[in-house]
């Protein structure tokens, strides 16, 4: 690694989505005299009768819950995306809009109200990664619907409405802004190596080390050359697959270790439950050809600092470009530690 | 205007990057159990003795500041672009960096620590027009400086440290990245029709007057039909410019004036001193021809029902594409009412 990347600013490149990034490492001196979020220190408490999403509870429309044992999927009740809105076109000179229809669902992970995924038994991660594969393989076959957004977003600093552990899915019918960029990158490179440009890119990674915060057989979780957020991180199956349906029982258990292994240590880092939204980017499910596509779950936590102490995503951030202090090493480093 | 558009989930294109952004008008009645932020309600004090940026007291690096009456400009103490960073190149295998050299500086808007833009006089928001023109011209000027990025992050829920008003510059090499999408497109618009993208835009939104929220002899100020944040507005110029060098004292006026009514009226929206990001995007200073740039400032506000319930850019948004829920249309309106 040469030295300017650890002391000099920079900018690097995001080759999945063809975006620069501005690392500047010598800004972590500096003081914060700005927002001090409210840690979450909440009692832990496996049911609460307030909450929708407890077992047998009411959920917001009047239904009853399920007494659920393990994941429920449902609905959501408000969701962005309806899935009978017509597909119209709508052009007036300079403006252009279209008819957008889909599906919001929730998956509880687990019926206990407090039991998030680092608290967790690998096997009960497992009927979550299944429950994903079931959700991907019924929403993707439908015919109007051409990508499947699996994510979560975790604790209130990331516009979670409730507490109770559970991540959603938007299914929609035309393929958003960031899996097209992704898709570009991955053909381009596909096109020229005969293989995804995410094989390489572990290999590479593997190789070297510096980034890499855990390995098993079948995955490896390392903070991306290019990470935005503090303590972004990657989840990377080592075998190319388009998407999570064609994972097997070895790899679903591999995948679940390394959810519990990366988000205990996201606890540990800062003695808190700590947040963050995750999400897994995977090919279009409209039928065409995807075999330069190779899935990838990516962690995006926004605490700097300490558990109270966040980075903004604010103006320059906004009107130029990504930008960020900690070196993705240090990061590294910092997560493989503990 | 189609109902559909008011009504049912859609996309609509934003013609200055190129990206869709998910419309859901149905999603307004969504019940909020989520994060609720503290409303800043601070006394009014002209003059804080611990501040950084009042006149007199000494700066973070010891410095005292002068006995400024209008505007102050200083070079930020912990800027994340350093001036005499080489500008290296950095390539090993899929890994790619760059050195990046720049400056980033502070101006306070006025010496009273209290005073933000809607409060200021038209007087006194002119010297900040002023200000900024001045900077644009010096640092856009310099031989390294290929872009410089205007803009305010305001109130603690967007990251600003100091409630002392002002805004921050940051000048740099390489070209951010809104600012090269903004390029392409304007450019393609340019070539075709040989009149600036936004010159036509705003032609044809003072026509349908929907999303017009205020206007004067040089400037309209409107919700933009892609709005991502919840009352996103843009101020424009009706003479093409492609930088605010070129503003004339009229258009100084003018502009200091919509500057003024928009954050006025942003203050009465939910009776709070209104959070948000703002910026100017304008062409590029590495001397190239920029025919096809029409600058224009913009504002990102978080707040989406209250001055304590924001909207939160998180799981999808990351992941897929921006979301929205009341209408470009009905934010307009609401904000013209005011
Ligand atoms: O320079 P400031 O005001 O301390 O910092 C603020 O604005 C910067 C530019 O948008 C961001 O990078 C920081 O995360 C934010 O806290
Ligand atoms: O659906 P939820 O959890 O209530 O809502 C949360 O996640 C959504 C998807 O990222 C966002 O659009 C909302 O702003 C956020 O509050």
Redesign the interface.
């Known amino acids: 690694m040469?030295s300017?990347?650890e002391n000099?600013?920079?900018?690097?490149?995001n080759?999945l989505t063809g975006?620069?990034i501005?690392?500047?490492p010598?800004?972590t001196?500096?003081?914060?005299?700005?927002?001090i979020e409210s840690s979450e220190k909440r009692e832990k408490i496996n049911y609460d009768s307030e909450c929708f999403l407890c077992p047998t509870n009411a959920r917001?429309n009047g239904e009853p819950n399920p007494n659920y044992k393990n994941t429920l999927v449902f609905k959501n009740d408000?969701?962005?995306?309806?899935n009978d809105?017509?597909l119209?076109n709508?052009t007036d000179?300079?403006?252009?809009?279209?008819?957008?229809?889909?599906i919001c669902k929730v998956i509880c992970f687990s019926p206990n109200h407090s039991l998030t995924i680092p608290d967790m038994e690998v096997n009960d991660i497992i009927k979550v990664v299944e429950t994903w594969q079931n959700e991907f393989t019924e929403l993707g076959n439908l015919k109007h619907i051409n990508?499947v957004?699996i994510?979560?977003?975790k604790g209130?600093?990331?516009?979670?409405?409730?507490p109770h552990p559970h991540g959603?899915i938007?299914a929609?019918h035309?393929i958003?802004?960031?899996?097209e960029k992704k898709t570009t990158t991955q053909k381009n490179f596909y096109k020229k190596e005969s293989t995804s440009?995410l094989s390489?890119?572990i290999d590479?990674e593997l190789s070297i080390g510096t980034r890499i915060i855990s390995e098993n057989k079948s995955f490896v979780t390392l903070v991306p050359?290019w990470a935005v957020w503090p303590y972004e991180a990657m989840i990377i199956p080592k075998r190319q697959m388009a998407n999570i349906a064609s994972l097997n029982a070895t790899e679903r258990e591999d995948f679940a270790q390394q959810l519990k292994t990366l988000t205990q240590k996201y606890d540990a880092l800062f003695n808190c439950s700590f947040p963050y939204?995750?999400?897994i980017?995977q090919a279009p499910t409209n039928g065409d050809n995807y075999e330069e596509w190779h899935w990838h779950m990516?962690f995006?936590p926004p605490l700097l600092r300490s558990a109270t102490v966040k980075k903004?995503m604010?103006?320059?951030e906004?009107?130029?470009?990504?930008?960020r202090?900690i070196t993705p090493e240090m990061a590294a480093e910092k997560l493989k530690s503990l």
Chains 1, 2 share one sequence.
């Open positions: 040469k300017e990347l000099a600013p920079h900018r690097r490149l080759i975006e620069w501005l690392v500047s010598h800004r001196k500096r003081p914060w005299q700005g927002k917001m408000f969701g962005a995306l309806l809105t017509p119209f709508y000179g300079l403006l252009h809009a279209e008819g957008e229809s889909g990508y957004q994510f979560e977003n209130a600093i990331m516009g979670c409405s409730n959603q938007w929609q035309s958003p802004t960031e899996i440009l390489k890119y590479q050359f939204s995750s999400g980017h990516s995006y903004f604010v103006g320059y906004m009107f130029a470009m990504a930008q202090d």
